[in-house]
């Protein structure tokens, strides 16, 4: 099959994945053109782009995350999308995801110590008894929407480490609704935040917030700058005069961090912290339900719950590519990548890659070896991946024991989040035997 530039292209659109990632398409391309040039045609308000090369498969993918001197996360940042002016492309590059060695290095081991394996395990136990809670305030109820459900663990695991009081949480659930979702309608104005419930901070802080996302030329203002963000800036401040002792935000102030690197360091912990969990869950879930055979079979062997977070992590990807730079004119699979170029490597597709995982369509929890790429590779390898991990482990057991005879309570597709980013459900209504019969 030879695939037209406008197939090719379907590749940026946030549409084509609110109908379901491209696999097939992912698929032709491996074979017949694994880096390939894709337009960036106008998507609503936002104007069209240069244009980038897109890395599809598994090794290739690899090469660029693990060779930050060709591919750089500095020079461009880490979105498909250009920042819209110098003064936001400043401010991007001062964020950790955005930086490459030794600078990247530095902002890192600055928060490491929150994600150690010691760390990790003394969190375990508070988010075993949190799991726990949840899903038993819903077993009576026989369903729930497990998106709704699941969203709760991430966000109260992150207020816990950044000492973000109970009542502020949900301002953590409006600003990654607003900076991932901004491509979906649903999401690009996320305020659900009641502000009679916030604390002091809380309330100052929507003071701050803009009261348009639309510049004066009429074009969207960038979701991910300092303006759009200004809320979520002055309540990190604030929060910060007086961190709790030990929390991620004590060791940001400890750490010498700059304004803008502790501004953006904040929204790195409240975005990503958040969204790759809330995404990763419910992913994985209707994955696992979706087959029904490999659902039978985590019934009568929890412990293979491990191994089946790993294939879902592989199978449904929360990140669906990331961009880099090119530093210097490269050639990578048979294509000349000249310097300044957007490289946009696509973990959906490693993931898939027949090259690395035998009969990849196939969601088998056993699958041994797994060199899924879900958290990433290189010097930018997720870092609270070890966390998300005993997250997931610990919520898909509790459901799975906690809820028997568990099924997808609708047919036909789920609804999708509009995204060439973020791979997200906006529901999944679940139901079970509230008996336990």
């Keep these: 099959m030879i695939l037209d530039q406008a197939q090719v292209n379907r590749l940026f659109l946030p549409e084509t994945y609110a109908e379901g990632v491209p696999y097939g398409l992912f698929r032709e391309l491996r074979s017949t053109a694994p880096v390939c040039r894709v337009e960036e045609p106008p998507v609503g308000n936002w104007p069209a782009g240069p244009g980038y090369w897109a890395v599809l498969r598994h090794a290739d993918v690899k ?10 996360s500095h020079l461009g940042a ?19 995801l955005n930086q490459d060695p030794p600078d990247h290095s530095r902002l890192r081991r600055i928060v490491a110590g929150a994600f150690t394996p010691r760390a990790v395990r003394e ?11 949840l899903v038993d305030a819903v077993r009576p109820l026989g369903e729930a929407d497990f998106v709704q459900l699941a969203a709760d663990l991430p966000v109260w695991t992150l207020a816990r480490m950044m000492g973000v009081p109970e009542q502020d949480r949900q301002l953590l659930v409006d600003w ?24 002091e901070a809380g309330r100052a802080a929507l003071a701050h917030r803009p009261a348009t996302l639309t510049s004066p ?17 002055a309540y990190a401040h604030a929060l910060a005069e007086r961190p709790a002792p030990g929390s991620v935000l004590a060791r940001m102030r400890e750490g010498g961090l700059g304004v803008e690197e502790f501004e953006t360091m904040f929204f790195l912990f409240a975005v990503a912290g958040n969204e790759t969990l809330r995404n990763g869950l419910p992913g994985g879930l209707a994955t ?10 985590l019934c009568g062997r929890p412990e293979l719950t491990a191994s089946a977070v790993e294939e879902m992590l592989r199978f449904w990807p929360p990140v669906l590519d990331f961009r880099r730079t090119a530093t210097r004119d490269v050639e990578l699979a048979g294509r000349l990548i000249r310097r300044g170029d957007k490289v946009v490597v696509h973990h959906a597709s490693a993931n898939r890659d027949e090259a690395v995982f035998p009969d990849p369509d196939r969601f088998d929890i056993t699958r041994t070896p797994n060199d899924h790429l879900g958290f990433g590779d290189g010097p930018h390898f997720c870092l609270g991946a070890q966390l ?10 509790h459901v799975v024991e906690g809820l028997p005879g568990l099924e997808v309570a609708v ?24 008996g336990g019969g």
Excluded: C
Excluded at 412 to 434: A, D, Y
């Design 411 to 434: 047919g036909g597709p789920l609804p999708r989040l509009v995204s060439n980013f973020q791979n997200g459900l906006k529901t999944l209504p679940i139901r079970w035997r509230p």
């Design 217 to 233: 030329d009429g074009r969207p203002v960038n979701p991910r700058s300092r303006a759009a963000l200004a809320d979520m800036f």
């Design 123 to 133: 969190l375990t136990t508070a988010i075993e008894r949190r799991a726990g809670e």
């Design 388 to 397: 998300a991990r005993m997250q997931m482990r610990v919520m898909i057991r």
């Design 288 to 297: 696992l339900l979706a087959h029904p055979d490999q659902y039978r079979l």
């Design 63 to 72: 090469y660029v995350l693990r060779t930050p001197e060709l591919f750089s």
């Design 78 to 96: 880490t979105q498909i999308r250009d920042p819209d002016s110098a003064a936001d492309l400043d401010f991007a590059r001062t964020m950790m």
């Design 176 to 199: 990654a609704n607003r900076v991932i979702g901004y491509q979906d309608a649903e999401y690009a104005h996320s305020s659900t935040a009641d502000p009679a419930r916030l604390s």
